[in-house]
């Protein structure tokens, strides 16, 4: 991949997951439904990253787009 993800913002996005529902994270940083795809990524080399939850709770979806762990915050929008 030659290109870096846009950053969507420097703080996660919390978001109330329910239990065994899957949600499409947006890797490339250009949804207009952050956190979440919407199909923007067409012809950026990225893909969305599938989360399901394990259960129902509060979760941090990353909104920087470089975390280590996507799709969760590693905190990792501190360092940029």
Excluded at 7 to 31: D, M
Aim: overall charge positive; some cysteine; hydrophobic content about 30%.
């Amino acid at each position: 991949m030659s290109q870096a993800p846009v950053i969507a913002q420097k703080t996660p996005y919390p978001v109330e997951v329910v239990e065994g529902k899957s949600y499409f994270w947006c890797a490339c940083g250009k949804s207009k439904r952050q956190p979440f795809c919407d199909g923007s990524h067409k012809d950026t080399g990225f893909e969305p990253v599938k989360y399901t939850a394990d259960a129902t709770k509060k979760v941090f979806f990353c909104g920087c787009k470089h975390c280590g762990n996507p799709p969760l915050c590693d905190g990792s929008h501190a360092k940029l």
